[in-house]
């Protein structure tokens, strides 16, 4: 099915993209881990087997963040976003064109935002089911769909971009293409609170950051409509 969203309103919509923003689908809160004592050092993080898949995280249903980090699965994807129910952080820079943009781009209407970068091996993996991603939000009108590139870290900066040397190469060479936000330097990696690469924010039209999930390619195309 198409995805479909609330209305510009904010009223809510029993249908699919609705569903983005519900938590019907809770996480058992159980799994969650004990903080380690004060006099200990700090446990990694929990590792949990067959957690779901093709599912948007929302604040109900995320695995809290606890003392000891984030809950994630095998691989290491994690299952808690700490920006969940707030606000995205104030910005302002540029698209991949050279247009200045600022978090007032989310405003007004349900925005899909794919944080992703070049560099990262899982982000080109999940690049196929991305632009059908982007294909199903251009054709909702109550949707809008926007990447935001960022860099691995700080001191890693300057690996952004891979081979490609920019995003417009990386599109030209590999097809496809959408509004891209850049973040030259991992600020907005760190104001964002990424701690993943491809994450996937769902914003709404307030700029709460409704729901959250990590790579596409771990699940099947028809998850894409959850």
């Known amino acids: 099915g198409s995805l479909q969203a609330p209305s510009r309103s904010g009223s809510s919509s029993p249908t699919a993209a609705a569903t983005i923003a519900d938590s019907r689908h809770a996480l058992p809160h159980s799994r969650t881990t004990t903080a380690a004592p ?133 599109f030209e060479k590999e097809g496809g293409g959408y509004p891209t936000i850049v973040d030259p330097d991992a600020g907005l990696r760190e104001a964002f609170k990424i701690v993943w690469t491809p994450s996937y924010l769902l914003v709404g039209p307030d700029l709460k950051i409704r729901a959250f999930r990590t790579d596409l390619s771990v699940g099947t195309e028809a998850g894409l409509d959850k």
Do not use: M
């Open 38 to 170: 004060a006099t200990e050092a700090k446990e990694a993080p929990a590792f949990v087997e067959g957690l779901p898949r093709d599912q948007w995280l929302t604040a109900s249903s995320a695995i809290p963040v606890n003392a000891d980090g984030v809950v994630r699965d095998e691989k290491r994807r994690p299952y808690s976003y700490e920006l969940l129910g707030q606000s995205v952080p104030a910005f302002a820079t540029t698209l991949a064109d050279g247009t200045p943009v600022t978090e007032e781009i989310f405003r007004g209407k349900w925005t899909i935002v794919d944080v992703w970068g070049i560099w990262c091996g899982d982000c080109r993996r999940d690049g196929p089911l991305v632009k059908t991603l982007a294909q199903k939000a251009d054709a909702d009108p109550a949707i809008d769909f926007i990447s935001l590139h960022t860099p691995p870290s700080r001191a890693r900066a300057a690996e952004a971009y891979g081979v490609y040397g920019s995003v417009a190469a990386y």
